[in-house]
């Protein structure tokens, strides 16, 4: 018997929340996780990443959700950050499902079987789709993203556990913070469907999770504060953090990121990266 089968998967970053939008909003980011998969006959995780090499690595336990992966050789590369806030777990579970569901031909609801993994699907949905998307539980509202809108990803070294972040959430909101988000979070989304730059930056703030989380990363609550300084149109914290991501203006984009690299000299990585409009793709060798 010919052993074959060979899927390639390449599926972008993604940033949750952005800004007022907790749980609901989030884009796909224009870094990538790739994978290929190679029926060998022997079952092998073959990386340079810093991630588990046996079953307990994401990609094949998303894999084996939908079949056995004896046999199987997991190729995986990722210029995604591990430290927190970009969706790499949700591109590793989003890249084994789709390999194999491509492989043998089910045709599940991918969306549905990734957020269950995740735990919500904002990450896995951005992914899947690209662009901007609205989870309205797991039914999703595409947007794409406005020409000439970019961002900067802030990478702290020192990384915070998602779950440490959502313990740092109160039970109850006042309301004059949930009527701030819904505020907020209507000026940012008629800002990016109408490419309106001064929406865009009104329509970032939020109430109700990054101020709880502040604590958890005080350099990053910082920048995302002092954006407009930089020249950005405005920050947010990248999901759970403690990545930032600063939202810029094609033209400002060097500029703001020379200036960011300068003021985290030393405790941060600073990288560019435009929302990805094309989600997660399949190509078979």
Same mark, same amino acid.
């Given at each position: 018997?010919?052993?074959?089968?060979?899927?390639?998967?390449?599926?972008?970053?993604?940033?949750?929340?952005?800004?007022?939008?907790?749980?609901?909003?989030?884009?796909?980011?224009?870094?990538?996780?790739?994978?290929?998969?190679?029926?060998?006959?022997?079952?092998?995780?073959?990386?340079?990443?810093?991630?588990?090499?046996?079953?307990?690595?994401?990609?094949?336990?998303?894999?084996?959700?939908?079949?056995?992966?004896?046999?199987?050789?997991?190729?995986?590369?990722?210029?995604?950050?591990?430290?927190?806030?970009?969706?790499?777990?949700?591109?590793?579970?989003?890249?084994?499902?789709?390999?194999?569901?491509?492989?043998?031909?089910?045709?599940?609801?991918?969306?549905?079987?990734?957020?269950?993994?995740?735990?919500?699907?904002?990450?896995?949905?951005?992914?899947?789709?690209?662009?901007?998307?609205?989870?309205?539980?797991?039914?999703?509202?595409?947007?794409?993203?406005?020409?000439?809108?970019?961002?900067?990803?802030?990478?702290? #070294? %020192?990384? @915070?556990?998602?779950? $440490? *972040?959502?313990? &740092? =959430?109160? +039970? /109850?909101?006042?309301? !004059?913070?949930?009527?701030?988000?819904?505020?907020?979070?209507?000026?940012?989304?008629?800002?990016?469907?109408?490419?309106?730059?001064?929406?865009?930056?009104?329509?970032?703030?939020?109430?109700?999770?990054?101020?709880?989380?502040?604590?958890?990363?005080?350099?990053? #609550? %910082?920048? @995302?504060?002092?954006? $407009? *300084?930089?020249? &950005? =149109?405005? +920050? /947010?914290?990248?999901? !759970?953090?403690?990545?930032?991501?600063?939202?810029?203006?094609?033209?400002?984009?060097?500029?703001?990121?020379?200036?960011?690299?300068?003021?985290?000299?030393?405790?941060?990585?600073?990288?560019?990266?435009?929302?990805?409009?094309?989600?997660?793709?399949?190509?078979?060798?």
């Amino acid at each position: 018997m010919t052993l074959a089968r060979r899927r390639v998967v390449r599926v972008p970053a993604s940033s949750a929340n952005l800004g007022p939008g907790f749980d609901v909003l989030a884009a796909a980011l224009s870094i990538h996780l790739e994978l290929e998969v190679r029926e060998t006959g022997t079952f092998a995780v073959q990386t340079d990443l810093d991630i588990p090499r046996d079953r307990s690595n994401l990609v094949v336990e998303a894999f084996e959700r939908l079949h056995p992966a004896d046999g199987f050789e997991f190729r995986i590369s990722s210029s995604i950050p591990l430290s927190g806030g970009l969706g790499a777990s949700a591109a590793a579970i989003v890249a084994g499902l789709l390999a194999a569901d491509h492989l043998f031909e089910l045709d599940v609801d991918v969306l549905s079987l990734a957020s269950e993994l995740e735990g919500h699907p904002d990450n896995a949905a951005a992914a899947l789709e690209g662009g901007i998307v609205i989870c309205e539980g797991l039914r999703v509202h595409r947007l794409e993203p406005p020409m000439g809108l970019e961002a900067a990803v802030v990478v702290p #070294a %020192e990384a @915070v556990r998602t779950e $440490t *972040a959502r313990a &740092a =959430l109160p +039970a /109850t909101v006042p309301l !004059a913070d949930a009527v701030f988000n819904i505020a907020h979070a209507s000026t940012l989304m008629l800002g990016l469907a109408t490419a309106d730059w001064d929406l865009i930056a009104a329509g970032l703030h939020d109430r109700l999770h990054q101020p709880h989380r502040a604590h958890l990363y005080p350099r990053s #609550a %910082e920048l @995302v504060e002092r954006a $407009t *300084a930089f020249g &950005a =149109l405005g +920050a /947010t914290i990248s999901g !759970a953090g403690p990545t930032v991501l600063v939202w810029c203006r094609y033209e400002q984009t060097g500029a703001v990121i020379e200036a960011l690299s300068r003021e985290t000299e030393g405790w941060a990585t600073v990288m560019r990266a435009s929302i990805e409009p094309q989600g997660a793709d399949v190509r078979e060798l």
